[in-house]
């Protein structure tokens, strides 16, 4: 007999987060060390993993440069008991009293439509060259490429049996200049507001939160970063100019299928004004570690008519710091309006009616939110990690209309690592989603619509190298 999906209690869920918040906010408070080495971002002199690293490494000198190859073999078996935005990497569950119908005629509440994946597409690989032995008074240049095969999905129509051939998709491509406590980087990275993400295996491809709380994107971009170190204290200073790409799949800000880029620009491109986005963080030693808390702002523009512009803008925090030598704490929280080219406002940046263009109104969806992270080592070796937190992003009622419903997105997770050798992980993730939406009568906000709630379990095993 079917039940109904298990749904946390977020009153509970915030509170605990407000007194690990407190918490850890008093330990950096308390702290008598100065500030220390900032932590690593994708741009870091190493790669960043899903999960934890292995120790060794698979690189190689050829002539001045030091080459790497890295990557993650990963494979996840993941079973739901609703059906969820995104699949294989959900989003949220999809609201009642959507039904599914079969073949036969017969149909089924999503909430009682059950889902089993396999899949391996969300495995990472990169190179990385950097200068064998760098210089301490000139520009040492470097560069990175990382990709995935969470790209298009071609079906076989030659010998169609159902078989889909993943293809691969560029996730980071830069080059970086330093010299002493400054950095200079061009091309595709993470957005300089939103460096953190929750670990997961089961969200390579996507990371885990997004449109729940989680800002992220990578976009191309050129960022200038310096470091000013106090003795062993240091701050970091970041400052870009990114694409500016909105994608709003509500205002059809979508290039078509087969387009080049340069053939279809966005509502951002016609501005032609890029990105602002700027960060600020500090770090200090704790507790035979370091922490770590940044302040960042966005700011963008998009023409969606001759004369029409609409803003974007973001205040964000993030943080990781640790409680114990083997407990850490962190996250990200934001605030701002028309997020959606971070998939904030549950990938709703403008409300427009009537249904399909020619729009007579616009209304920027303003949002809030974050997530937050408790990661315990479990052992010394670091071979058993147990990790959980939960996250939201909570769009404004007051600005929704009909069409873009979506009032409140929320979700918690605990996953528990365990490293087999050095390079295999074998991991176990649970995940419950609590998706809400408003009804409208005309453009008039009644309260409450639709909602979803499921659970996912996610089984991973991952080769890492």
Do not use: C
Not at 44 to 52: K, L, R, T, V
Not at 220 to 241: C, D, N, Y
């Amino acid at each position: 007999m079917y039940q109904r999906p298990l749904f946390l209690n977020w009153t509970r869920i915030r509170a605990a987060l407000r007194v690990m918040t407190i918490a850890a906010l008093a330990a950096l408070a308390a702290s008598p060390h100065a500030w220390g080495q900032d932590y690593p971002q994708s741009s870091s002199e190493e790669p960043a993993y899903p999960g934890i690293p292995p120790q060794s490494k698979l690189e190689t000198t050829i002539g001045s440069q030091q080459l790497r190859f890295y990557g993650t073999v990963l494979l996840n078996i993941s079973a739901s008991d609703s059906v969820e935005v995104g699949q294989e990497v959900p989003l949220w569950a999809l609201p009642g009293p959507n039904n599914v119908t079969f073949p036969d005629g017969t149909s089924q509440r999503a909430g009682n439509t059950h889902d089993l994946i396999f899949t391996a597409r969300q495995s990472v690989f990169g190179f990385q060259l950097k200068p064998a032995n760098p210089s301490q008074n000139m520009w040492n240049t470097s560069g990175t490429l990382e990709f995935d095969f969470f790209g298009a999905r071609p079906v076989d129509t030659l010998q169609p049996q159902g078989r889909v051939l993943n293809q691969p998709r560029l996730r980071l491509g830069y080059l970086q200049v330093e010299r002493g406590d400054w950095k200079i980087v061009a091309g595709q990275d993470r957005y300089i507001i939103a460096p953190l993400d929750p670990v997961s295996l089961s969200h390579v491809g996507i990371p885990l939160g997004a449109a729940a709380g989680n800002l992220w994107g990578w976009q191309p971009q050129v960022r200038v970063e310096m470091k000013h170190p106090m003795g062993s204290a240091s701050t970091l200073l970041q400052f870009g100019i990114l694409r500016p790409q909105f994608s709003d799949p509500r205002l059809g800000d979508l290039p078509s299928a087969g387009i080049l880029d340069s053939t279809a620009s966005g509502f951002g491109e016609r501005n032609t004004q890029p990105f602002y986005q700027a960060r600020l963080s500090a770090t200090l030693p704790m507790v035979g570690s370091t922490g770590t808390v940044g302040v960042g702002a966005h700011y963008g523009r998009e023409r969606v008519g001759v004369n029409r512009r609409l803003d974007s803008w973001a205040f964000a925090f993030d943080y990781s710091v640790p409680l114990h030598s083997r407990v850490r704490f962190r996250g990200e929280g934001f605030l701002g309006s028309n997020l959606v080219p971070f998939q904030g406002g549950i990938l709703q940046g403008v409300a427009a009616v009537p249904a399909a263009a020619p729009f007579t109104t616009f209304r920027k969806i303003g949002a809030g939110g974050g997530w937050a992270e408790l990661i315990v080592k479990l052992t010394q070796d670091n071979k058993n990690v147990f990790y959980v937190g939960a996250g939201t992003d909570d769009p404004r009622d007051r600005h929704l209309l009909p069409n873009s419903t979506r009032a409140k997105n929320s979700f918690g997770w605990a996953s528990y690592f365990h490293k087999v050798t050095d390079n295999v992980t074998a991991a176990f993730e649970w995940s419950n989603w609590d998706f809400k939406t408003d009804s409208f009568a005309g453009v008039v906000n009644v309260g409450r619509g639709p909602t979803g709630r499921g659970n996912v379990f996610n089984l991973s095993l991952a080769y890492q190298f």
